[in-house]
């Protein structure tokens, strides 16, 4: 009768075990998605707040720095009023013919 008892004990604990590994593993599978997805956005969020720190700084430059404004200006090939502008560029070259 002893052993009946210990048998039917260790055979619950067993069960009990095997429920709790069961209730819990799906728990655990998302709490582990949760946390790839949050690692990857707090990536995206760092990548973003390095943008915006870059788009603050550019407009600093903008809104301070004339020399700027004009070297920006020139690149995207504008000119003043009186300027005129002569390009020996590969690309006007090519633009000609």
């Known amino acids: 009768m002893r ?4 048998v039917f004990f260790i055979g619950l604990v067993v069960i009990a075990v095997v429920a ?3 209730l819990f593993t799906p728990l655990l599978q998302k709490k582990a998605a949760l ?16 943008r915006i720190s870059e788009y603050r700084r550019k407009t600093a430059q903008f809104q301070n720095n004339p020399d700027y ?9 504008m000119a ?3 300027e005129v502008i002569i390009d020996f560029s590969e ?4 633009e000609a013919k």
Not at 3 to 6: I, K, V
Not at 91 to 94: I, Y
Request: aromatic residues 6%; without cysteine; proline residues 3%.
């Open 35 to 50: 946390t790839k997805e949050r690692d990857l956005l707090r990536m995206d969020n760092a990548e973003y707040a390095s």
């Open 91 to 94: 690309k006007s070259k090519t």
């Open 3 to 6: 052993t009946f008892r210990m």
């Open 69 to 77: 404004v004009e070297v920006i200006a020139r690149q995207n090939g």
């Open 20 to 22: 709790l590994v069961a």
């Open 80 to 82: 003043r009023p009186n």
